[in-house]
């Protein structure tokens, strides 16, 4: 029984028949028949047939009074939800018929009448979704499932009157508020508040109490995973801790969802921990190992939420002076089968993970990334291998330099483009450290094409021209094609020709200069560079006729043409404010462009960190802790709060023979850090004594 | 002096129109998934799922272009592309997409990513694999399956023998419908209980639990025997055919889990020094690293206590798995010796090497190694197995049935090289791939000591069964110098 055919457009009249064969008899193929006419038609809406498939609202409405089977129920609420939201003209036809599911005493039928009623956009649809939802909301025993739908249609309904939904916050917050009631339908509260006010910019941020929080993270273990994550989100930013003590004991209560093994809440329960770190002075050694080994072992997932979870430690390293993750980089090296696109973000780890002690073995990895097949993947690693040349100190310099000249050997052409671009880079950073190098370098000017490698040859050889003894040669060489050259490398020519006149104000270089500029005055279309050139020319005819031929060339000319360049930098930091409101939003879309939201959307919410007597002036303060220290200190206030604050266990999270036991080995366990994670090496050892392979 | 900034290399730039008159100005920006689209392996829509209306009907339409042009610019396509403000975060399967459009940037991308996999994951269980064909065939169930699996994008019930009870793949067949019609239309029960992964009132003649212990090596070694990485991902899965709501203890010879009781000891005789109680009883017992339990464990329970407690879901799921980074020996060694006389011909010489214990064996050992794509001609010697070169991949794969441990097995491989053709041209670095399995084995030594299952009411006799295999991961690869 194949829906092939189904799939495929028919004509309102085909169905019709179909529809209508059937009222005769009542066999059971003719039912089957009906049903597929009906799929026909939610078939046709998905492959945009909406005009023909219009024409068959009569024999909906009549399907709908009928019929009570749940499937057709189903389909007929499809057809109005598609149709409606395009011709609202038949709305009003649909209204009492939907209204008339809203009643029924089947839960679910009346779910998919609440939504549809939210989903068509039309002021009396509107209007009637508020009225049963207040009514609902005043009845206060109807079913979690109802319950929830009705919490999230307010957020739709919210874009169509938003007036109406603020006047029933009160009672949102109630709800959040009552212990009693499902926690699920608490956390739906929540989140309905809480995506409310992220849609509006004039609100003010979503706050609830600390001691609500603690309530609904005690009961953590009884939501589903979606709520769990959607929980921690919400809170993040929503709760204000006020001491110390708070934040830790709350760390403590959620630290254990980082073992979930969905990505939503591990990532959500991780985001919750590192904005409470924000209102404490000091962390354990413990945490961090916990929040590591959390991150390592998502990058095992499937490739999408790997790329993800690395955007995110991108993120991390980037926020912080001291980064709070112990990271080693043998977990970002590149695999074969990885997908270029998480290849790509490994390296930039890599990059960013650099430091004296583990450069070697990262050099080491990037000089096989160098020599891969694929080209890109071959580029970025030596711009990498560049870059962590000017990023880390003079002899990493070195190293990475020499690395570069070995894979220059190779001679493949776009390894060595993208060498030559790079050695302008650290050539910047260190002018006086490799100038043995440049000759080596120089052999290469055949072989620059692209125009960054071309450009950065040509800044090469007018730069170490002292050390170059047949510099003219060799700068011929580069110019020899300069009527096809992009206007970019052209510029640069004409630059460097006037930089070399004036460094060595021979008849060569007056030659190469002269023909340089006229080629730019008299054959190039391009106005700007004819603009340059011209400027160039005056300048020097000007030089020339205040000092004689060839003599000192005029100081403010040497400033315009060859002054001192600026250091440059590695713009890996960010502005502080902007990483905040980045780490506030880890694991959204955010994280992965690195960029934040109001800079992209002027409408987003920015977030930051809400004001409390313990918030954490400078991120960088920080400290941590390497032995259970602090734990202990807290052991006593959690042993005094802790019991306060869950005045019932749920039976469904400690069964009964349990809990009595429980209460006095709590303390001894929470005061001791989890021995989950201990160093691998240590158990290497054991394992390799007690079982030789 | 003004400091010039050099730009970091590629990084994620949102894919933005020109014109910012393009830019649609939502007035409305939500957190959430809008909508969820099956695209074919084109981008082509052929099914959607709009759980908001804040999003245009046509954005998708956009988003096989943004595949093909991202494609063409540059061969990197991540998962998430942004268009005229609406973000595309999409996975593949088979020959589909599955996209969700979101219109803000805070949209929380874990939890669409997680909840694609999911949906994938649900709908496998109904359509056996999903792809193309098959979800065009069952487009009404799947529209019943995001309806229920979502709501206004906020991921709803996703357990696969939840949803079964009240969406069944033969609702198509309308004399059972009728039939249930009442039944089935009512949410189950077991939605409103605490314990939402299953239902009270299963049953079963016979009441078994079967546990697997799967471990796979990843491995990254070059030539010379350096192991740059090695990691076990172990996992254990449970089939549970047990009726009623059982609670299930399961005991592993962890140290995290059973210190826990090492301490209890120590409590209960405290004179007995700590230092004597760690060399003698913990030498037996492993350490685990990010244990990930599947929801029905109680987190608390471990936190505390270190015990695994849960009540299963019924039938098959993943209870646990975990991450242990340690070096470990290689189990299946490679001694590879390449040489190639470019223009003439190419030598593989290959000595595998089982360094596992004597009384284990290795089963179905391939040993894949890469050949230059132009090789012909191949002839082999070799002791044990038997060698195929699959020309479309550009491979030797040598196959051993069963490599007991402590044997070597050798190889010898010789192919032609074109005598024409580009010197010194920029060889592929493939990584010689090897996979086997090991049964009746675990790497890390976990084992199972006890699985204690207790049903309150019912008080059945129950079969607890316990399996391990040890096996190569997606990646345990010798590099090529």
């Given amino acids: 029984m194949s829906d092939q055919r189904i799939f495929t457009r028919y004509r309102a009249s085909e169905i019709r028949t179909d529809l209508q064969n059937i009222d005769i008899k009542k066999l059971k193929s003719s039912a089957t028949k009906r049903k597929n006419a009906l799929k026909k038609i939610i078939a046709n809406i998905s492959l945009g047939n909406y005009g023909e498939m219009l ?12 019929e009570d089977d749940f499937e057709v129920k189903r389909i007929c609420h499809e057809y109005a939800r598609s149709l409606g939201s395009i011709k609202p003209k038949i709305t009003d036809d649909i209204l009492p018929f939907v209204l008339q599911d ?10 998919m009448a609440l939504r549809t009623l939210v989903f068509i956009p039309s002021a009396s649809f509107t209007n009637e979704a508020f009225k049963f939802i207040i009514s609902m909301v005043n009845r206060r025993n109807a079913s979690e499932e109802l319950t929830k739908t009705a919490l999230f249609a307010l957020i739709q309904l919210d874009d169509l009157n938003h007036n109406k939904v603020t006047d029933l916050f009160n009672i949102i917050h109630d709800t959040i508020q009552q212990r009693s009631d499902n926690p699920s339908i608490q956390v739906a509260a929540l989140h309905t508040l809480y995506a409310i006010h992220e849609k509006h910019t004039d609100m003010k941020p979503l706050q609830i109490t600390v001691e609500s929080c603690f309530d609904l993270v005690e009961r953590l273990s009884e939501l589903n995973e979606w709520d769990k994550g959607l929980l921690l989100e919400a809170l993040t930013t929503a709760v204000v801790p006020q001491t110390h003590a708070d ?11 980082l073992q979930h093994v969905n990505t939503f809440v591990v990532l959500n329960t991780f985001k919750f921990v590192i904005y409470l770190l924000n209102y404490v002075d000091s962390v354990s050694e413990n945490i961090v190992k916990r929040l590591s080994n959390s991150i390592i072992a998502l990058l095992n997932k499937a490739p999408e939420l790997q790329f993800l979870v690395l955007r995110n430690v991108i993120l991390l390293l980037l926020s912080r002076e001291k980064p709070l993750l112990d990271l080693d980089v043998s977990y970002f090296f590149v695999e074969f089968n990885d997908p270029i696109y998480i290849k790509d973000t490994k390296l930039e780890c890599l990059y960013l993970l650099a430091n004296q002690d583990t450069l070697s073995q990262i050099l080491e990895e990037l000089e096989q990334y160098a020599t891969d097949i694929d080209i890109q993947m071959s580029r970025k690693a030596i711009r990498a291998i560049g870059n962590l040349a000017v990023k880390l100190d003079e002899n990493a310099a070195t190293d990475c330099f020499n690395l570069l000249l070995h894979l220059l050997e190779f001679g493949v052409d776009y390894v060595v483009q993208e060498i030559i671009s790079v050695f302008r880079n650290i050539l910047r950073k260190y002018p006086d450290k490799f100038r043995s190098s440049i000759r080596e370098i120089v052999k290469y000017t055949d072989a620059v094409q692209e125009p960054e490698s071309k450009n950065a040859m040509i800044w090469i050889v007018t730069q170490y021209a002292d050390f170059l003894p047949d510099y003219i040669t060799v700068f011929e060489k580069l110019n020899s094609s300069f009527m096809e050259d992009p206007l970019e490398v052209q510029f640069s020519i004409l630059n460097s020709s006037i930089k070399l006149f004036m460094k060595f104000p021979t008849p060569e270089t007056k030659q190469l200069s002269g023909d340089v500029l006229r080629t730019c005055v008299d054959m190039v279309n391009n106005p700007d560079l004819r603009a340059r050139a011209l400027m160039y020319q005056r300048l020097i005819q000007l030089a020339n006729s205040q000092y004689g031929p060839y003599a000192a060339l005029d100081n403010s000319l040497h400033e315009i043409v060859d002054s001192n360049l600026p250091l440059i930098e590695l713009n890996s930091k960010l502005d502080p404010l902007v990483l905040e409101e980045l780490a506030l939003n880890i694991s959204s879309v955010t994280s992965v462009y690195l960029k934040p939201t109001s800079q992209i959307f002027r409408l987003n919410r920015t977030k930051f960190l809400p004001q409390s007597p313990v918030l954490l002036a400078d991120k960088n303060k920080l400290t941590i802790n390497d032995g259970p220290s602090f734990s202990r200190d807290r052991a006593d206030s959690k042993a005094k709060s802790l019991p306060k604050r869950t005045p019932t266990m749920s039976d469904y999270d400690k069964p009964a023979e349990k809990v009595n036991q429980l209460r006095g080995k709590m303390k001894s366990s929470s005061s001791s850090p989890s021995k989950l994670v201990r160093k691998p090496s240590m158990l290497m050892k054991r394992l390799s004594m007690k079982r030789p392979f | 002096m003004k400091t ?24 409305v920006i939500s957190i959430m998934a809008s909508a969820v689209y099956f695209c074919d392996s084109k981008g082509y829509p052929l099914l959607a799922r709009r759980y908001r209306d804040d999003i245009p009907i046509s954005a998708i339409e956009k988003f096989p272009t943004l595949l093909s042009d991202l494609e063409e610019e540059t061969n990197l396509v991540p998962p998430c592309l942004s268009y005229n403000g609406m973000q595309y975060l999409f996975i593949q399967h088979n020959d589909v997409y599955l996209v969700a459009i979101a219109n803000s940037m805070s949209a929380n991308a874990a939890q669409i990513f997680a909840f694609l996999y999911k949906l994938v994951d649900v709908l496998g269980n109904y359509l056996k694999t999903v792809e193309e064909e098959s979800i065009r065939d069952n487009f009404v169930i799947i529209y019943e399956l995001l309806d229920e699996t979502m709501d206004y994008g906020i991921p709803q019930i996703t357990e696969t023998k939840m949803l079964k009870q009240y969406i069944t793949q033969k609702s198509f067949k309308l004399v059972k419908a009728a039939k249930k019609k009442r039944n089935a239309a009512r949410p189950p029960e077991a939605l409103t209980n605490s314990v939402s992964w299953r239902s009270a009132d299963i ?12 471990e796979s090596i990843n491995m990254l070694m070059t030539q010379k025997g350096q192991i740059l990485r090695s990691e076990i991902i172990g996992e254990v899965k449970v089939k549970s055919r047990l009726s009623g709501m059982p609670d299930l203890k399961l005991g592993i010879n962890d140290k995290g889990i059973f210190s826990k009781h090492m301490d209890d000891d120590s409590l209960n005789n405290e004179g007995a020094s700590v230092a004597s109680s760690t060399t003698d009883k913990k030498k037996n017992n492993i350490e685990l690293e990010d244990l990930k339990f599947h929801q029905c464990v109680r987190l608390s329970k471990f936190e505390t206590e270190k015990i695994i407690t849960f009540i299963p879901p019924d039938g098959d799921f993943e209870l646990m798995n975990y991450r242990l980074s340690t070096s470990i020996k290689p189990l299946i060694w490679c001694d590879m010796n390449i040489q190639v006389h470019s223009q003439s011909r190419i030598e593989i010489h290959c000595r595998a090497k089982a360094q596992i214990k004597k009384k284990s064996t290795a089963t179905n050992v391939q040993i894949i190694i890469p050949v230059p794509e132009d090789a012909d001609t191949p002839e082999f010697k070799y002791s044990h197995g038997s060698i195929k070169y699959v020309p479309e991949k550009n491979v030797i794969i040598w196959k051993i049935r069963s490599f007991p441990g402590g044997k070597e097995y050798s190889m010898s491989a010789q192919m032609q090289l074109p005598s024409i053709g580009n010197i010194e041209e920029h060889k592929a670095k493939r990584p010689v791939q090897i996979k086997f399995q090991i049964p009746y084995f675990t790497t890390s030594g976990i084992q199972v000591k006890y699985l204690k299952i207790n049903e309150p009411k019912l008080q059945y006799k129950s079969y607890p069964w316990v399996r391990y295999i040890t096996q190569s991961g997606d990646d345990y690869t010798i590099r090529l110098t």
């Fill in chain 1, 55 to 66: 024409e068959l609202l009569p024999e909906i409405l009549s399907f709908w009074q009928i």
């Fill in chain 1, 247 to 257: 934040s830790y004991d709350l760390i403590d209560i959620v630290l254990p969802q």
């Fill in chain 1, 102 to 111: 809203l009643k029924s005493r089947n839960e679910h039928l009346q779910i």
């Fill in chain 2, 4 to 27: 010039r900034h050099l730009k970091l290399f590629n990084s994620y730039v949102p894919y933005q129109s020109e014109n910012p008159r393009n830019l649609v100005t939502n007035k």
């Fill in chain 2, 203 to 214: 049953k079963y003649k016979k009441n078994e639990a079967f546990l697997d212990i799967i």
